[in-house]
């Protein structure tokens, strides 16, 4: 991050004031009332901070660099397409505060390889983790009712998929799952 600090002193006040001037474009998490907008980052490993009380909708698209991200417990939703494209992404812990994953949040994070679902969200939307062909474990917990249009489309490595009894409509969740696409009506039971 590219701050510059000024030391100012006043002498008729007789205090000394430390001003940082922050240059916009360099800041590293860009946050407007708790929403993460934008993350300018290149790091590896990315921990948000816990003011963040949600990522918004493509806060982190195409960030090549990253491998991991930690969420705090003040985050609550996850925005559209805010992880969409990390390619390299590898890690992210999704905490039991997330209540809401928008679409394409995961889209095309290639490197993904396990998902444990937040145990607040009711439904996985359209397209969340769709073309995450690294992806082999996927845990949804009992609170989710529905699985949305091509939520795991194009996850070809995906084999194991605990699918509770609670969900009632699954759409189009097997396209592209070469193995799940064989064994789904087990699954399902």
Do not use: H
Request: hydrophobic share 40%; proline share 4%; glycine share 6%.
């Amino acid at each position: 991050m590219s701050v510059r600090t000024l030391f100012l002193l006043i002498v008729q006040l007789g205090c000394i004031f430390q001003i940082q001037i922050v240059n916009a474009q360099d800041e590293i998490f860009i946050i407007k009332n708790g929403v993460l907008t934008k993350y300018n980052g290149e790091e590896e490993y990315v921990t948000i901070p816990d003011t963040v009380t949600e990522i918004g909708a493509s806060a982190f698209m195409s960030c090549k660099s990253i491998k991991q991200v930690v969420i705090p417990d003040t985050v609550t939703v996850i925005g559209e397409a805010a992880f969409r494209g990390c390619t390299n992404l590898k890690e992210v812990n999704i905490p039991d505060s997330i209540t809401y994953i928008g679409s394409q949040a995961f889209f095309n994070c290639r490197s993904l390889t396990k998902i444990i679902l937040p145990k607040r969200i009711s439904k996985i939307e359209d397209s969340t983790f769709y073309g995450c062909r690294s992806l082999t474990d996927v845990t949804i917990p009992e609170s989710v009712i529905s699985i949305g249009l091509g939520a795991f489309n194009g996850c070809n490595a995906l084999t194991n998929m605990e699918i509770p009894s609670s969900v009632k409509v699954i759409d189009g969740l097997f396209s592209s799952c070469p193995w799940l696409e064989e064994k789904k009506m087990v699954l399902l039971l």
